[in-house]
């Protein structure tokens, strides 16, 4: 257990729907960052946030897909108009900006499957 | 372009050693992390090398080289549970995470 916490585990949903998951990170961490993973690949870059400022958001994330973070704390991800392609392991990580580790520490994932 | 290689698989043998090489070529280079991943479950955190050389951790170390491009994760007396996949990652110029496809490791016994 890294402290870095995601809510569901689990989702599955049919096509078009709107699913939304929940990160909550090391609590004294700064930045919050949103992956996407499919089986045999690396996890892939969505999103991230410095406190509550998302700071920069990935060329291959489309307009169905948007994070916040208001209060620097927790952080949700929404997807809308689920679609097939969109099933996945969705992985929340935070690190700290304090001192020179950039180690980031990965929550637990949510996994989406869509029908 | 950025691009991380690494084996896609590699097997061994419980109690042997295995080196998994991950090699790199990014916009600038601010560290290189190693993750274990077990099928399933989100990546844990095994190594960061920022300056060339060995650092040993346990039955794990990471060795990089910055004028090579290249990195390797060596495990030694090798553990069934073990078994895993395991991600080479570069800190980029622009401090993001370029991920490798990662490396699944099978231990026989």
């Known amino acids: 257990d890294t402290g870095v916490s995601q809510d569901p585990r689990h989702k599955i949903t049919k096509r078009g729907q709107n699913v939304t998951f929940r990160c909550d990170p090391i609590?004294?961490?700064?930045?919050l960052y949103w992956y996407r993973q499919t089986l045999g690949q690396g996890p892939e870059f969505l999103t991230y946030f410095q406190n509550e400022a998302q700071l920069e958001k990935s060329r291959l994330l489309s307009d169905r897909f948007s994070a916040e973070r208001p209060k620097g704390s927790f952080s949700t991800l929404e997807i809308q108009r689920t679609e097939q392609g969109d099933s996945a392991m969705y992985l929340c990580?935070?690190?700290?900006?304090?001192?020179?580790?950039?180690?980031?520490?990965f929550g637990p994932g949510t996994r989406l499957t869509v029908l | 372009g950025q691009n991380i290689d690494q084996p896609t698989e590699m097997t061994a043998t419980e109690g042997a050693i295995v080196q998994i090489n991950c090699t790199y070529q990014?916009?600038?280079?601010?560290?290189l992390f190693w993750y274990q991943q077990h099928a399933g479950e989100a990546p844990t955190f095994l190594s960061y090398n920022v300056l060339d050389g060995l650092e040993e951790k346990g039955r794990f170390s990471s060795f990089l080289s910055r004028s090579k491009g290249y990195s390797y994760l060596l495990l030694k007396e090798l553990q069934m549970k073990d078994s895993a996949s395991y991600l080479c990652?570069?800190?980029?110029?622009?401090?993001?995470?370029?991920w490798g496809a990662g490396t699944k490791l099978i231990i026989k016994p």
């Open positions: 990652a570069v800190v980029d110029s622009n401090y993001q995470l370029i």
């Open positions: 609590s004294e961490h700064n930045r």
């Open positions: 990580a935070s690190r700290t900006l304090a001192g020179d580790s950039d180690t980031q520490y």
């Open positions: 990014t916009s600038g280079f601010n560290g």
